[in-house]
């Protein structure tokens, strides 16, 4: 697999809506990434665009310490089991 293939486009759409946040993280019907921009909030965007920019890189590492407790975790079950049938 390439990196081109391994590349997906994000869906990112635009709503001007006083009930929604600035910038939602959110799912589409093909359970891909969707981005929602709210214009509504665009000048709190706009003076924030380097933080918001920079909160990528500490998700990135959030979400990739999730993984990792979620992957040790699935870990010890696997040797769990393992033990267990070897017991029995």
């Known amino acids: 697999m390439n990196t081109l293939e391994r590349k997906k486009k994000v ?3 635009y709503v001007d ?3 929604l946040p600035p910038i939602v993280i959110t799912m589409n019907e093909e359970d891909e990434p969707k981005v929602i921009v709210n ?3 665009r000048i709190w965007i706009s ?3 380097r933080l918001i920019a920079g909160i990528i890189e500490n998700l990135q590492e ?3 310490n999730i993984l990792s ?3 040790k975790e ?3 079950f696997e040797l769990e089991d393992r ?3 070897e017991q029995y």
């Open 11 to 13: 869906e990112i759409r």
């Open 17 to 19: 809506d006083s009930e």
């Open 39 to 41: 214009t509504y909030h």
């Open 47 to 49: 003076l924030n665009r």
């Open 62 to 64: 959030q979400m990739d």
């Open 69 to 71: 407790g979620y992957l």
């Open 74 to 76: 699935q870990r010890n």
């Open 83 to 85: 033990a267990y049938e």
